[in-house]
């Protein structure tokens, strides 16, 4: 995104943010300012900021009335909102790296826990034929 579209992406917001969130008609919005800058960048600004959650469409497929949700009120600049998303994405990755090492860690003692749980499933069935031999008397040593 160019520096010109970043201004007219902090400008539509502000344009929102003045007009108290109410539902604007783009005519309205669009015509904030007369510039060339402004007119030759606007929709794919607009386009931007529906992307990233800043202002929604309002009458679905015609695009003509839009309104900023909740997300557009903490909205500072747009340089901010790309700080914020790399940050997010910095600890999305580190949160995946811990997940990574953990997994890693479980895979080297599967194969221990494998052979102690065969271990002990052989001691439970010679346990168990030890009581079957005992209870048919089979056993010399019953009681």
């Given at each position: 995104?160019?520096?010109?579209?970043?201004?007219?992406?902090?400008?539509i917001v502000t344009f929102f943010k003045d007009a108290n969130g109410?539902?604007?008609?783009?005519?309205?919005?669009?015509?904030?300012?007369?510039?060339?800058?402004?007119?030759?960048?606007?929709?794919?600004?607009?386009?931007?900021?529906?992307?990233?959650?800043i202002v929604k469409c309002a009458d679905g497929h015609n695009r003509?009335?839009?309104?900023?949700?909740?997300?557009?009120?903490?909205?500072?600049?747009?340089?901010?909102?790309?700080?914020?998303?790399?940050?997010?994405?910095?600890?999305?990755?580190?949160?995946?790296?811990?997940?990574?090492?953990?997994?890693?860690?479980?895979?080297?003692?599967?194969?221990?826990?494998?052979?102690?749980?065969?271990?002990?499933?052989?001691?439970?069935?010679?346990?168990?034929?030890?009581?079957?031999?005992?209870?048919?008397?089979?056993?010399?040593y019953h009681k």
């Amino acid at each position: 995104m160019t520096t010109e579209q970043k201004i007219v992406a902090d400008n539509i917001v502000t344009f929102f943010k003045d007009a108290n969130g109410v539902r604007q008609h783009i005519s309205n919005i669009s015509t904030m300012g007369d510039t060339a800058m402004i007119k030759n960048n606007f929709v794919y600004a607009l386009n931007i900021l529906e992307e990233k959650n800043i202002v929604k469409c309002a009458d679905g497929h015609n695009r003509q009335i839009f309104y900023l949700l909740p997300d557009g009120w903490d909205y500072t600049s747009f340089d901010d909102l790309l700080k914020k998303e790399k940050a997010s994405k910095e600890k999305k990755s580190w949160k995946e790296e811990i997940d990574l090492s953990n997994a890693e860690s479980v895979y080297k003692t599967y194969g221990m826990t494998r052979f102690i749980t065969w271990v002990t499933f052989a001691i439970a069935v010679i346990l168990a034929l030890l009581k079957l031999a005992e209870a048919l008397k089979l056993w010399p040593y019953h009681k």
